[in-house]
């Protein structure tokens, strides 16, 4: 009841305000928030479906109250995007916003803009300024979550140095300042360092910035997300199936072929397997059906397929 | 709840010291690790230890996140960690300090008994003494000051005796006037200003500009300073630092913009305005690059070339030509990649110079086989349609994989031009391998 007193005393002070609701509010809806890092763990398994070591989650919200951002950093497929957003999310009590960078990312592309239009014909005020995810998860008070960070430009990078020091964003086209209100308001940056397309960190953002690293996981506890992930159609695995398939993508990661499959590929590839042994009627997943199914998921560029697929086929006849 | 975790020993002055010896050893090692960051390291490890319930957090992944910014503060901290001799060198360090601190005492004595005792220096002192020095020895009075000058002057002329360089005779000059010059008053002050002090003033200004051509103050001081007369200034400077065709560029241009401007009626004005020289930007390029950019207004050059560069063990006898290219295009340049059996991207900030691009190529060095197939499609990655790639190699493929003229030809049917800097030996073949709109140089 208070809550919604506080939300129709904020609408009424400030147009934005009430446009950021109008907007965002419905798309990012309210959710409980949980700030424990071992009940955080449990949600994560048990809803999220995701296994992250209570440390970084300690680490994640130990951050997040001392006020300083977190950067992961890991190769592609490691979940640093859907960790970061189910940690901002269970940390804010609402749903997280999820900006993907790209080089020509400036301040009119994240934190709001004039509609073209309105403003020919009414000026650049506020009716016709339209809020952009960054000011309106300052508004909401909801974390965001800034994915592939190297890919933006310097520029973007210093302008989000600044927000994150001072915590409010100022608009002066309108002469306004909006301030961080409270505690949810917090931002994750995702990055690869390995991917050569994009620029560089400066010391600065380096500097502000608790940086987390996500690696590729154990075999065992690959296979344990597997069957976090999959659900029932584990069982339509034999154990030694499983095993081969994963020392075939661990042998994989170790080439230097461009693209290297994450934890993601792997669910993928299991799932889809799964997927064609049940439409071939197959009791259990063969052979055969990884195979197509490594076809179609872990091949992405046609000169690396005979190297993938000798790796596959190597490890599943090992099995055998 | 709170006054349970406050409870809960925690031992601020030990852990606080253990950070910081960690922070200082790997400083030791190269480590740029701030205090601020220090002080984070210290807040973040106090709340992550109050958050787990049996108030124990592993230092080691609060460090990690803090103190490691890159793979090789990882391994830094790794072995600082590990106690390594570094662990050693601290407790060492722990020990001598007290001694250390006497020492610097001693020393700190003796530079003052020079001061109050009247230390008088000698002509030899003098060989190895500056001004900057003279203050850090606490030896600053006006009468070292003054025989420093004059141990200079007599310097000079010794020199212009010696090599009988006229150069010599010209610099006492400066010298004289400009302590004359300084005892009538300041040149900022409008009697104490001359001509040489003028453009000493302006010299600086422009330096200033060059590195930051939209600095405030010194647009500002030059507009209070030269008013209309800037491009003259620009000019008389260029010709100073010895860029002389550029001055007499801007000159021209200038002279023929003033004359079409007379002859002219003011429609053409703007027509004109395209092909005028945008003096600040050219002034700003020319001294950063240290050879002569012409800018023009409207005319700015876009970096869109990504420039590829092997630096195997063959590459050895035309590395030299290598990184000349590079210096020649360096305004082009958007990426620069160095390959061998891999590729290293070299990092290219707004605030690197050109000399500092050369030379963390040149400290690259060559060795290596050659995977030019490799180097191309891990670049493809980083291209898109329309962009230009330059190749520097020798193109000799050491290492076994697919062709590369399939991967180039690839490449040019995402839209990708390609020039190929090669040896004069592979010219000829190239040309007949490749497509006709890949060029080849020598």
Redesign the interface.
Known sequence: MTEKMEEESIETQDSIVEKVYEIYDKAYERMPSVR???EAARVLREKYKLLVDE?VI??V???F??G?PVLFEGPPGTGKTEIGEALLTLWAGRRAFVLPCSENYDEYRVIGDFHPLRAYKEGFNENSFVPRPLLASLILDSGILIDEIRRSS?EFQNLLLDIIDKRRIIIPELKKVYRATGEGFQIIFTSNPE???QN?L??AF??RV????FGYPTLNKELEILKLRLGRAVDLYDEDTVLAALRAIEEIRKT?L?YRPGVADSVRWMGISARIAQLRNHEKVRSEDLIDGAKATLVKRP?EESIIMEIVKMHLERRV | MTSAREDLSFNDDEEIEKIVRIAHAMREMGA?I?S??IE?AI??YR??RM???YNY??LS??L???F???QEDVEKLEKVLRGSPYKRKIEEQKKEAPHEKRERKERRKTTERRRTEGYELTWKDMEKMSFKKLKRMKLDTIENFEKLNIYRKIEMLRNYYRTGNEAYLELLKDHIARASQKRKGSYESEEGRSLGNRYSFIERTIGKLAYNPELPWALSVLSREMGEEFTADVIKYLIMKGKRSLAEQIAYSMMNSARQKSERGRKIRSVQRKSRFDVRRTVYLTMRNNYPVPVYIGRIRKKEAVLLIDKSDSMRKHYGKAVALVASLYDTLKRI?LFDE??K?I?M??WHSKLHLIEEIIAAGTSGYTNIS?AL???E???KPGDNLIIVSDMEQTVAD?SYVHVINRLRRKNIKIFVYTTEKHVNELKEVLDAEVQAYL
């Open positions: 424990n890092p071992r440390d300690t680490l919200f130990s951050s109250i001392e300083f310097e991917d050569l397309a560089e400066s010391d380096m500097r608790v940086r987390i690293t230097d461009l000169e | 740029k701030s601020g960051e984070k807040r973040l709340t992550a958050l787990t319930h957090f592993p992944k609060v990690l996140s803090v490691a910014k890159r990649y891999d590729v991207q990092s900030k707004k490799r499609r891990k670049v990655a980083a291209l697919e």
